[in-house]
């Protein structure tokens, strides 16, 4: 990938929306976007990012909004020893990915690192954050690539699993019973 691209998409469970843009920076990727949904404690607007290096691992992240009347910001940082959050120490040394609960955005340097052949599996866990959170989690994940487009995923803590479709953009296009591209968006 040499380019930029960009994705917008319509949340499935709820009334909104979210944008992204992976675009090369001077050593590796930057993943930036804004979600704006109706969330459990009401409207919500959040802008995020994800600086990652050539291996498509995270260095950092950043997440700025408003949800439920409140302004919110946090940062997260990988160091050798772990995960740091608005600069308290979380650990999980051996998690490379991080992952935002509200976006399908993130979904994108996970699949890149893997690098799955057709009929490949992996299981890894992500740094996983979603609003309204005070810490990183360990998130396990499956991801099993059925075709050029279709992986099969599962998150077995959290009970969901679905066939995602993949963009020729790289990014998630349907996120099943989450998140759908709009049409044409990707690019």
Not at 7 to 25: F, V
Not at 40 to 49: C, F, K, L, R, S
Not at 55 to 72: E, P
Not at 99 to 113: E, H, V, Y
């Amino acid at each position: 990938m040499t380019l930029s691209r960009t994705a917008l998409w319509q949340n499935l469970h709820t009334p909104g929306h979210d944008t992204a843009l992976i675009a090369p920076a001077l050593s590796g990727w930057h993943l930036t976007g804004m979600a704006t949904f109706l969330g459990e404690q009401g409207p919500a607007a959040v802008n995020y990012t994800v600086e990652i290096d050539d291996a498509w691992q995270a260095r950092r992240g950043s997440v700025r909004g408003i949800a439920g009347g409140r302004r919110f910001f946090h940062q997260m940082e990988r160091t050798t020893d772990g995960w740091m959050l608005d600069g308290k120490w979380q650990g999980q040394s051996e998690l490379v990915d991080l992952d935002f609960g509200f976006t399908p955005a993130t979904n994108f340097q996970q699949l890149k690192r893997a690098g799955l052949a057709v009929g490949e599996r992996a299981g890894f866990s992500v740094a996983w954050f979603d609003i309204g959170k005070d810490a990183l989690v360990d998130l396990p994940q499956i991801y099993e690539r059925r075709d050029e487009t279709h992986y099969w995923y599962q998150s077995p803590t959290s009970g969901y699993e679905a066939m995602l479709e993949l963009d020729e953009s790289g990014f998630v296009r349907v996120y099943p019973e989450l998140w759908e591209l709009e049409p044409a968006s990707a690019g």
